[in-house]
């Protein structure tokens, strides 16, 4: 579905992504690991077309996208979520939803301001989408809450509700479990699931191993910007490079 071909970043001297080459299959989840200032953020930002490469191509299936602009990219059925959450926090949980969903309809402008038909429908279709995503996220009591005003855990998921509602293909998580507890995490491990089951596919950015084993069908690890290693959670997990690299620090507590 999605193909990463030598995809090279360089942020003046440093190269934040050296010749990245990374697949992910159709209806699967892959996780993406690695230590701080790896690049998994500037990677995710790549295939949104929110920056763009330095050389190397990006295709959704089978069509470059590596210099379309964000706004194409959402179209194209590309959604994600941002480590440091968005959201219009002075907005409504259920506006968050609504907005999400803008440019998804066809009605015009003109349809709206002499309330079409078409434009009454599509209303309708919006509201029930979100009203669909807040009761799947647990944000129903929230509706009518300043986004802001949320607990955090909350809108982390309100943040993966909202790049739900553009009725993406391919779902980008930037650490979405990031702050949150551990009975949290675990829940937000069975949306990701969930999505999965419903067609979807998805790239993860996660820390948390027992999530990404929870999840993730096949995982890339990241380190300097490259590719260090790939394969199952399990694979992953007893791969002498990738503890030497990245798991080496807690492999270590856990055998002290
Ligand atoms: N716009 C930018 N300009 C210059 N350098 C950047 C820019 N964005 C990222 N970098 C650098 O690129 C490297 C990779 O950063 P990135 O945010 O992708 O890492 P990460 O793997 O997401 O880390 P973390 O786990 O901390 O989120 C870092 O050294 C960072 O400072
Ligand atoms: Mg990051």
């Given at each position: ?115 079409t038909p078409r434009f009454r429908a599509e209303e309708r279709d919006l509201h029930e989408r979100a009203a669909q995503l807040l009761e799947r996220f647990n944000l129903t009591h929230a509706a009518n809450l300043r986004a802001g ?108």
């Amino acid at each position: 579905m999605l193909e990463l071909e030598k995809v090279t970043r360089l942020f003046g001297g440093l190269t934040a992504l050296n010749n990245v080459n990374l697949i992910v299959p159709a209806n699967k989840i892959v996780g993406l690991i690695g230590p701080n200032g790896a690049g998994k953020t500037t990677l995710i930002n790549n295939i949104s077309g929110l920056d763009h490469p330095t050389s190397g191509q990006i295709r959704l299936n089978g069509a470059e996208i590596q210099n379309a602009p964000p706004h194409r990219i959402t179209r194209a059925g590309i959604a994600r979520t941002y480590q440091n959450i968005r959201l219009f926090s002075d907005m409504t949980v259920l506006e968050n939803l609504l907005i999400g969903q803008h440019g998804r309809g066809q009605a015009t402008f003109l349809d709206s301001l002499v309330f079409t038909p078409r434009f009454r429908a599509e209303e309708r279709d919006l509201h029930e989408r979100a009203a669909q995503l807040l009761e799947r996220f647990n944000l129903t009591h929230a509706a009518n809450l300043r986004a802001g005003n949320l607990p955090y855990g909350d809108q982390r998921r309100l943040e993966m509700a909202r790049a739900l509602a553009t009725n993406p293909k391919l779902v980008l998580l930037d650490e979405p479990t990031a702050g949150m507890n551990p009975i949290e995490t675990q829940q937000l491990g069975e949306q990701i699931i969930r999505l999965q089951e419903d067609g979807l596919t998805a790239l993860v950015i996660e820390h948390d191993m027992s999530l990404i084993h929870q999840v993730c069908d096949e995982v890339y690890v990241l380190n300097f910007g490259q590719i260090l290693a790939h394969g199952t959670p399990d694979e992953i997990k007893r791969d002498p490079v990738v503890i030497e690299a990245y798991l080496g620090k807690d492999e270590d507590h856990g055998a002290a």
